[in-house]
């Protein structure tokens, strides 16, 4: 059986190819396309209560698909999770559970690196060090902060494994009066954030380093944030949606990718 399928919701500033992953014709703000049961229940496990940029995305199926379609979509979806992006990929990398849970994948956390362009950063929360690596392996000096002394002993331990210790320093509160290019931050999500809409008041940290922006403190502000993130929270900023590399998530919004710089 075929269906007509109509996507609707999703930002600009998402590559829509990545996030449906089939051919689909753009309208206006509608996204349209026919596919097979099988294609079309993948489609609607994966977008299923999907918020992007503040709002659900709109799946719509004619004909409606069966509950049988929906329910082996929904086990095919579970099995590709499975096969994601990986954090770390050196053997003797260290984490603990908070920050496995934070990490940022390895591939995804260089790409970021290398949009640095070698600029001095600070990464203000580090956790176990992944994105301070990604910066590092780019050729970028690092200063991590990082309060929790487990986190922060594994964040230099796996920029040894890295090989860019050197790159990299640490403490464990940024100062009032520090200044410098690029500050980084991955402010904790929560296992509970809502995934129909965040905004910036959901994240103290962001509030904060926005503050620290708007007084010229720093050059930028990059902010890895959740897909349902609503980046018009937050006046000033531009936005991109960062995807997968692996086949269980390649058409996954890892995360959004805020940067703000100081009102002119």
Not at 206 to 225: C, H, M, N, P, Y
Request: hydrophobic share 40%; net charge neutral.
């Amino acid at each position: 059986m075929i269906h007509q399928v109509v996507v609707r919701g999703v930002p600009e500033w998402v590559d829509a190819g990545k996030l449906l992953g089939q051919p689909f014709t753009s309208e206006d703000d509608a996204f349209t396309a026919e596919l097979d049961t099988e294609a079309a229940a993948d489609l609607a496990a994966r977008l299923r209560n999907v918020g992007v940029g503040g709002a659900l995305l709109s799946v719509q199926f004619r004909p409606r698909l069966k509950r049988p379609a929906i329910r082996a979509g929904r086990t095919r979806d579970a099995r590709a999770r499975r096969d994601t992006t990986p954090g770390f990929t050196q053997p003797g990398a260290q984490w603990d559970d908070e920050g496995r849970y934070s990490l940022t994948p390895e591939a995804l956390a260089l790409v970021m690196g290398k949009a640095a362009n070698k600029r001095d950063v600070t990464d203000l929360g580090c956790g176990v060090g992944g994105n301070t690596i990604g910066f590092a392996r780019a050729g970028c000096t690092v200063a991590a902060i990082e309060r929790d002394p487990i986190r922060r002993r594994m964040a230099l331990h796996n920029a040894s494994v890295y090989g860019v210790r050197d790159r990299v320093t640490v403490a464990t509160e940024l100062s009032d009066d520090a200044t410098g290019d690029l500050l980084f931050i991955d402010p904790p999500w929560g296992t509970e954030w809502d995934r129909e809409r965040t905004v910036v008041n959901d994240f103290p940290l962001l509030v904060t380093s926005l503050e620290r922006i708007q007084r010229a403190d720093f050059t930028e502000l990059w902010a890895k944030l959740p897909p349902s993130f609503d980046p018009t929270s937050v006046p000033n900023a531009t936005a991109q949606a960062v995807f997968g590399t692996r086949p269980g998530d390649c058409h996954r919004i890892k995360f959004v990718w805020l940067s703000v710089r100081p009102h002119a």
